[in-house]
């Protein structure tokens, strides 16, 4: 198994960020690993959502369904994913503290079997940094996004 964490502050409320992250329609716009989305969870994120996506961390790019396993509104969400060749739990904590939101993002791979033995190889040559890149990408986006309709 594989992981890592990201974390960025970003000035704005823990409403604002969960709402940011409770659009899934719009996840292509700030997330750089989404190039698009294929299907939406209705009615936002809760206990239960299933939304599917297309995309992923160059060169390997495909369709993935997300479900959300844990749900705590404005402070934890657990989304677990499947792309057909490993499994993927994004853990999203919120804290808030001061005047900013601490964003952080918890990601764990588990290859299968069968490919298990190429992530070996793949994942600290490349894998790793595009992964964590992807995600400090996305923080930014996220923050770049908020701070900028912050009052």
Known sequence: MFNFSVSTDIKCSAEQ?????????????W???TDRMLE???????LGAVYRE?????????????NVTEFKPYSRQVHIGDDGA????????INPHDDVVTLVQ??????RWWIFPMSLIMWPALMGRRGRAAIEKTQANAKAI??????
């Open 54 to 66: 297309y995309g992923g961390i160059p060169p390997f790019k495909g369709e993935s369904t997300w």
């Open 31 to 33: 997330i750089e690993v």
């Open 17 to 29: 960020l969960w709402e940011l992250l409770d659009d899934t329609e719009k996840y292509p716009d």
């Open 86 to 93: 490993m499994t993927i739990t994004l853990e999203i904590l």
């Open 106 to 111: 918890n990601l764990r791979f588990k290859p």
């Open 40 to 46: 939406v969870a209705e009615g936002g994120l809760k």
């Open 146 to 151: 908020l701070e900028a309709t912050a009052p």
